[in-house]
């Protein structure tokens, strides 16, 4: 911690993100009004429209406040044409660029449904789960497997007739994300909404392919320590189907990069939508928080998306400083913001658009700004 407090880089980013991330900033200047907030936010500009203007995806300064920072927000990068001249988006600085170089390796999603949030199938909202099925923690590495940039071309004479990406798993990978998985599953109160039981569950395909049967072993030998948890196992296509059917049996879960990524939109439906769903890219000496919806371009500029995924990042935020800087301060926040998300939400959820209501952005930003400095810091 500096002496003004713990410094937050934030990058607005492309199309929603600058709007979501406004809202989550009103709600942490309503958390510091009546408590004195060691915090100070800095913002900085960044992203494929920012390419787009200035053939750059930041300035040189964004990208080392982003080291120096005790945490990093973002809100989402990505916009139609903003592509770089190797063909990667514009803008993948701000995301893979620093889970590379900060070497932010396991990516936490939280899936948790609560009261209030409905869910949608098929275009209609349903209550096929109630909000005491669905609690549970996807940790998914960060930092390799078919992300590495290990991948090429092959165009003779200008024609591509081969493409290759490479799929890269290593023992140091494997050992570090899922020992973050395990002591997740120590650290959290809660075990799975069926039994309670705490458990890990490990995703992979290690009926097939090599990676995987490496990462289940690493699985095995992590496992050994942790003798409280229960191990549990699951192919990653036949996880699709339990995780929607049976949601209740999951605690934390486990998985390589690219499956990580697909199961946990997957989850996302549980809790509502992507419009509800954070993550965190955790690594030892830096962290960056998120919305993982994306910069949404179509609902760019309209006021309308949910900004609920960034109060989640916000509070998940507050939760890792707290922790890490073992600072009660932050701590007390992060509960404080989560009861008036909680209360906010079991009052009549989120209200926005993809909620089926008509809550623009900013006021469901402005409802949960007042729901905080109702709860007591
Ligand atoms: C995510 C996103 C990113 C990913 C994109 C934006 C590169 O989908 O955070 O899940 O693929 O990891
Ligand atoms: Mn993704």
Same mark, same amino acid.
Request: glycine residues 12%; negative net charge.
């Given at each position: 911690?500096?002496? $003004?407090?713990?410094?937050?880089?934030?990058?607005?980013?492309?199309?929603?993100?600058?709007?979501?991330?406004?809202?989550?900033?009103?709600?942490?200047? &309503? !958390?510091?009004?009546?408590?004195?907030?060691? #915090?100070?936010?800095?913002?900085?500009?960044?992203?494929?429209?920012?390419? *787009?203007?200035?053939?750059?995806? #930041?300035?040189?300064?964004?990208?080392?406040?982003?080291?120096?920072?005790?945490?990093? *927000?973002?809100?989402?990068?990505?916009?139609?044409?903003?592509? *770089?001249?190797?063909?990667?988006?514009?803008?993948? &600085?701000?995301?893979?660029?620093?889970? =590379?170089?900060?070497?932010?390796?396991?990516?936490?999603?939280? %899936?948790?449904?609560?009261?209030?949030?409905?869910?949608?199938?098929?275009?209609?909202?349903?209550?096929? #789960?109630?909000?005491?099925?669905?609690?549970?923690?996807?940790?998914?590495?960060?930092?390799?497997?078919?992300?590495?940039?290990?991948?090429?071309?092959?165009?003779?004479?200008?024609?591509?007739? /081969?493409?290759?990406?490479?799929?890269?798993?290593?023992?140091?990978?494997?050992?570090?994300?899922?020992?973050?998985?395990?002591? !997740?599953?120590?650290?959290?109160?809660?075990?799975?909404? =069926?039994?309670?039981?705490?458990?890990?569950? %490990?995703?992979?395909?290690?009926? /097939?392919?090599?990676? %995987?049967?490496?990462?289940?072993?690493?699985?095995?030998?992590?496992?050994?320590?942790?003798?409280?948890?229960?191990?549990?196992?699951?192919?990653?296509?036949?996880?699709?189907? #339990?995780?929607?059917?049976?949601?209740?049996?999951?605690?934390?879960?486990?998985?390589?990069?690219?499956?990580?990524?697909?199961?946990?939109?997957?989850?996302?439906?549980?809790?509502?939508?992507?419009?509800?769903?954070?993550?965190?890219?955790?690594?030892? =000496?830096?962290?960056?928080?998120?919305?993982?919806?994306?910069? &949404?371009?179509?609902?760019?500029?309209?006021?309308?998306?949910?900004?609920? $995924?960034?109060?989640?990042?916000?509070?998940?935020?507050?939760?890792?400083?707290?922790?890490?800087?073992?600072?009660?301060?932050?701590?007390?926040?992060?509960?404080? !913001? =989560?009861?008036?998300?909680?209360?906010?939400?079991?009052?009549?959820?989120?209200?926005?658009?993809?909620?089926?209501?008509?809550?623009?952005?900013?006021?469901?930003?402005?409802?949960?700004?007042?729901?905080?400095?109702?709860?007591?810091?």
């Amino acid at each position: 911690m500096k002496d $003004a407090g713990y410094e937050i880089a934030v990058y607005p980013g492309d199309g929603t993100g600058p709007e979501v991330i406004r809202e989550g900033e009103k709600v942490l200047s &309503a !958390l510091a009004e009546n408590a004195a907030a060691p #915090w100070h936010l800095s913002e900085f500009p960044g992203g494929g429209q920012y390419y *787009l203007k200035t053939g750059r995806e #930041w300035e040189p300064e964004a990208a080392a406040a982003a080291r120096s920072a005790d945490a990093i *927000l973002l809100g989402a990068v990505g916009w139609p044409g903003a592509t *770089l001249p190797n063909g990667d988006i514009a803008g993948r &600085a701000l995301v893979l660029g620093l889970r =590379e170089g900060l070497d932010l390796f396991a990516n936490v999603r939280p %899936c948790r449904l609560y009261p209030g949030v409905k869910h949608r199938i098929s275009g209609e909202y349903r209550s096929v #789960w109630a909000p005491r099925n669905v609690d549970m923690v996807i940790v998914r590495e960060n930092t390799e497997d078919l992300y590495t940039p290990a991948r090429g071309r092959l165009a003779r004479g200008g024609e591509t007739e /081969v493409t290759v990406d490479t799929r890269i798993i290593t023992r140091k990978g494997s050992e570090r994300v899922i020992r973050y998985a395990f002591e !997740l599953a120590r650290a959290r109160d809660r075990g799975a909404p =069926e039994d309670g039981v705490k458990r890990v569950t %490990c995703v992979d395909k290690s009926n /097939v392919m090599e990676g %995987c049967r490496f990462f289940r072993e690493t699985f095995d030998r992590v496992a050994g320590g942790y003798p409280e948890i229960e191990r549990d196992y699951a192919y990653v296509d036949a996880f699709t189907q #339990w995780l929607i059917r049976n949601p209740e049996h999951y605690n934390v879960a486990v998985a390589t990069n690219m499956m990580g990524d697909i199961i946990t939109d997957l989850a996302s439906i549980l809790q509502g939508g992507m419009g509800f769903a954070s993550g965190g890219n955790i690594g030892s =000496e830096h962290a960056m928080f998120e919305p993982v919806h994306g910069s &949404a371009p179509k609902y760019a500029g309209k006021n309308q998306v949910n900004p609920y $995924a960034t109060f989640f990042a916000v509070e998940q935020m507050l939760r890792w400083l707290g922790d890490r800087a073992k600072d009660a301060r932050l701590t007390l926040q992060a509960d404080r !913001l =989560e009861r008036a998300i909680a209360s906010t939400l079991a009052a009549g959820g989120s209200g926005t658009y993809d909620q089926g209501g008509s809550v623009t952005t900013s006021e469901a930003g402005d409802r949960l700004a007042a729901a905080v400095r109702a709860e007591r810091s």
